[in-house]
């Protein structure tokens, strides 16, 4: 029950942020079609990213990107739903897990641009079987599965018990009645702090 609720919270914050987030998205997909070479230009209109060739012939065309932004709100559950796990721990991985999902998410738009342009038989287009090949593979996978992929090898020792656990504090070992004294008074303990 508190995972559904986590859930919901989480999801309900993120949807203030989210075309933030598809704006980075669009962001990171311009900056491959940049190294690559290909004249691709990058809108992004709320949570929906546009996509069209610079070069002839002319072609647009969208992603909707709620199919991928939901993992994020699964990835940040997931986390925040790991028992055992110091806060500090838990910015750490949780840091990590975000950067790798939004690799998957620009990939995701990269693939899903390469497609479009395949089916258009656009000049621009890559290998039509490679880029078919990583969409299936994307589409099967990346909306459920990539956050449970990166949250699992770093919070499988949680999982499995190993809490971090805090610094004990040991108790100073109080002296006997008629052992020296621990301040270093060379009185018995019982003359002198232990009254």
Known sequence: MF????????????????????????LGSDLYFMVEGKPIQFRVEGTQIF??????????????THR??????????????????SLRNRAARL??????LYL???????????VSLVTVEHPLAGTPWLWKTVDKSLEVSGKT?????????????????DFDKR??????????????????????YKHCCGR
């Open 3 to 26: 995972g559904f609720f986590l859930f919901w919270v989480v999801w309900l914050g993120f949807k203030l942020v989210e075309p933030a987030y598809c704006r980075f998205i669009a």
């Open 51 to 64: 996509f069209r060739s610079r070069s002839l012939p002319s072609f647009e065309a969208d992603v909707d």
């Open 68 to 85: 991928i932004t939901s993992n994020f709100v699964f990835l940040l559950t997931l986390f925040l739903a790991t028992p055992g796990m």
């Open 95 to 100: 840091a990590i897990a975000l950067a790798l």
């Open 104 to 114: 998957t998410h620009v990939a995701f738009m990269i693939t899903k641009v390469e």
């Open 145 to 161: 599965f990539f956050p449970i992929l990166i949250w699992l090898p770093m919070a499988l020792s949680y999982m499995l018990g």
């Open 167 to 188: 610094p004990s504090r040991r108790p100073t070992k109080v002296p006997g009645r008629n052992e020296p004294c621990s301040c270093g008074s060379g009185k018995k």
